[in-house]
């Protein structure tokens, strides 16, 4: 059983930058595909960004690519998202999730096997 937790978030202006952390529980953090997602008020859950199990491989969704990066420290079983150049369209509650490496990296949520709480970013204009 993995357990991911969030953290990171708040309240930005438009144009800041926030990193979000999700750090994973037990030893298997090497062998997990990290995925984020997140979910604005009355909208449906989408696909920010992944990362491999190996680090060998993002992706990112057109809304933020060049805007978001995500990295992996497995000495510290934790996955970041490094948000800049936010805007209010950014507000949202973000995500991470984990699936086995023994399946690809996906941009479904439904796919991953864990998943965390989330934390609320919010960007005012």
């Known amino acids: 059983q993995v357990q991911l937790v969030e953290s990171g978030g708040g309240l930005v202006q438009a144009g800041g930058s926030l990193r979000l952390s999700c750090e994973a529980s037990?030893?298997?953090?090497?062998?997990?595909?990290m995925g984020w997602f997140r979910q604005a008020p009355g909208k449906e859950r989408e696909f920010v960004g992944l990362i491999s199990w190996n680090g060998g491989s993002t992706s990112y969704a057109d809304s933020v690519k060049g805007r978001f990066t995500t990295s992996r420290d497995d000495a510290k079983n934790t996955v970041y998202l490094q948000m800049n150049s936010l805007t209010p369209e950014d507000t949202a509650v973000y995500s991470c999730a984990a699936r086995r490496r023994e399946f690809s990296p996906s941009n479904t949520w439904g796919d991953y096997d864990y998943w965390g709480q989330g934390t609320q970013v919010t960007v005012s204009s």
């Open positions: 037990g030893r298997t953090f090497r062998r997990l595909n």
